[in-house]
């Protein structure tokens, strides 16, 4: 390989190179679905320092958990990642219903909706149910009195609620 080519290579390395650092180094946007604060922190308890309204426009710095950080036109700090959607900075419409409802945990029929990861028992599975007396005796250990639910939470500083008690444990 001849001087020439050597260079042409170096050449071509190096635009290739400082092209794909400018991606690298570009910023993603986002845009606000819901009103939300922009914050010192990553936590939920820290200084607002901003307000974002619907539809505005954001720059996303870098990701912490489920926080993303954050510049706009109004302040620079961390955002709950569920307020902001990734990409272009268009126009809120109704397509952003559907992830505002997930995240609000309500369906589109008004019905509140969990998803706890627990599934329930097929009808074959009851049938094919066995008495386990370890196990019942196991979950019997774990019952509480009155007196002991009340030291307990004397203990925990908790404040007393009326509960109606299912009687003493045996």
Do not use: C
Not at 14 to 21: D, E, I, K, R
Not at 76 to 93: A, E, F, P, Q
């Amino acid at each position: 390989m001849n001087t020439s080519n050597i260079n042409l290579i170096s050449a071509i390395f190096l635009l290739s190179a400082s092209l794909f650092s400018g991606v690298l180094h570009a910023a993603e946007t986002g845009t606000v679905l819901k009103v939300d604060d922009i914050r010192t922190e990553p936590f939920r308890d820290a200084k607002s320092v901003a307000k974002l309204a619907v539809g505005d426009s954001v720059n996303i710095i870098k990701q912490d958990n489920g926080w993303l950080q954050v510049s706009s036109a109004k302040s620079k700090g961390w955002i709950r990642m569920l307020s902001i959607r990734r990409g272009d900075t268009r126009k809120v419409g109704a397509d952003a219903k559907g992830v505002l409802a997930l995240t609000s945990g309500r369906a589109g029929t008004g019905a509140v909706v969990a998803s706890t990861g627990i599934r329930g028992l097929t009808e074959e599975e009851l049938k094919q149910a066995q008495f386990n007396e370890e196990e019942v005796k196991l979950a019997e250990s774990y019952a509480s009195n009155k007196l002991a639910a009340a030291k307990f939470a004397a203990q925990g500083k908790l404040a007393a609620r009326s509960v109606a008690y299912l009687g003493d444990a045996k």
